[in-house]
């Protein structure tokens, strides 16, 4: 069970729906992917629930939507989609992103600090999407957002996990749920990610350019429960000598 400020989710996997060839397949991949979370991209998506060739309408009243300002490259420009997002019937909760480089598509510390200022004091419960550093991930807490969302690679890359340390320490040090979100590739990835312990991992391109985007939801969600067990249940110690597996007293002669 996933909480963030207060809200219960049943799985620590949540989801995008941006990419897909069709809305019918989105449908059935967040099915698959069992998520009780869906983000949308406020800038991108149309906002007309009634519209049956949007995203929105093809969602059921089962999911969470998370609104995302996924696009925007200013504190301003994050804090006018989130207030968009609010005003088009969405709840307070947002997934703030603010950009700083076209290339690497990394966050603008400064800005998204400002704005995660700005919006939790209108009440919005800001996630936050971030780089792997911990100053930042701290200050983000300090500035009042519920959850921390730093990325394991850059988006879209699909690079898996490339600093497991900077994730750990994070965990660590944060009160609020970390979730990894962004670079997760394959089920591998993910199961990797959720054995550092976060509380979560969002993703969308992993499971929407799969060249089966339903098989490859199915086993993400089967991958993140797997990498949870496997951190609850504690690995063995790392060696570098050999230790026989069978006991060496009692052998025969």
Do not use: W
Not at 232 to 247: F, I, K, Y
Request: net charge negative; hydrophobic share 45%; proline share 4%.
């Amino acid at each position: 069970m996933l909480e963030i400020a207060g809200q219960r989710f049943e799985s620590r996997l949540l989801v995008g729906t941006g990419k897909y060839r069709g809305n019918d397949e989105m449908v059935r991949a967040i099915a698959a992917s069992g998520a009780s979370v869906v983000t949308v991209a406020v800038r991108r998506v149309n906002l007309d629930r009634a519209d049956e060739g949007g995203i929105l309408h093809h969602l059921g009243e089962h999911h969470f939507l998370l609104a995302n300002t996924a696009g925007c490259y200013s504190a301003d420009e994050a804090i006018r989609y989130a207030r968009l997002a609010r005003e088009a019937g969405f709840n307070d909760f947002v997934k703030l992103e603010v950009i700083g480089d076209k290339e690497t598509l990394l966050p603008d510390v400064s800005g998204l600090l400002e704005a995660t200022s700005v919006l939790a004091a209108e009440g919005f419960k800001v996630m936050a999407y971030t780089n792997d550093d911990l100053v930042t991930a701290l200050r983000l807490e300090a500035a009042g957002a519920v959850a921390v969302m730093p990325l394991a690679s850059p988006i879209g890359s699909g690079l898996g996990l490339l600093n497991p340390y900077f994730i750990r320490t994070i965990k660590s040090r944060l009160r609020v749920p970390v979730i990894v979100d962004a670079g997760v590739g394959t089920a591998s990835d993910a199961c990797l990610v959720m054995e550092q312990g976060v509380d979560g991992i969002l993703m969308n391109t992993a499971i929407a350019e799969a060249q089966d985007p339903v098989g490859m939801a199915k086993a993400m969600r089967l991958a993140v429960e797997a990498g949870r067990a496997a951190y609850l249940a504690g690995r063995m110690p790392r060696r570098e000598v050999a230790v026989p597996s069978s006991p060496e007293r009692g052998m025969l002669d």
